[in-house]
């Protein structure tokens, strides 16, 4: 079975930085996508960003391009999102999540495209 374990969640002032890291394992797929959602108290899960396995492309929800960052080390099998300029509207749950790539999906921002979830991790900025 696919597992996805995520770490790097914590408390940090509004400005500051935090890495978050998803671990995968026993995904039997050479081409697959990462992805990163959050869930807020009280709003709908959302999409932040995905990286495609095979040829590393990615992308990001508009509310945090120019500030988060995607990256994977095939490796170690993990895929790390860099949050930079936290913002007090960034706290949620973070969620990391698997899909085998296809023709068939529409956008890999979508949560309805993934197949397998970590636990989440939760994210706190202060103001």
């Known amino acids: 079975e696919v597992q996805l374990v995520e770490s790097g969640g914590g408390l940090v002032q509004a400005g500051g930085s935090l890495r978050l890291s998803c671990a995968v394992s026993r995904f039997t797929s050479d081409d697959y996508a990462i992805g990163w959602f959050r869930q807020a108290p009280g709003k709908e899960r959302e999409g932040v960003s995905y990286?495609?396995?095979?040829?590393?492309?990615?992308n990001y929800a508009d509310s945090v391009k120019g500030r988060f960052t995607i990256s994977s080390d095939n490796a170690k099998n993990t895929v790390y999102l860099q949050m930079n300029s936290l913002k007090p509207e960034d706290t949620a749950v973070y969620y990391c999540?698997?899909?085998?790539?296809?023709?068939?999906?529409?956008?890999?921002?979508?949560?309805?495209?993934?197949?397998?979830w970590g636990q989440g991790t939760q994210v706190t900025v202060s103001s």
């Open positions: 999540a698997a899909a085998f790539v296809g023709i068939w999906r529409t956008s890999y921002l979508s949560e309805y495209e993934y197949d397998y």
């Open positions: 990286i495609i396995s095979s040829d590393g492309s990615t």
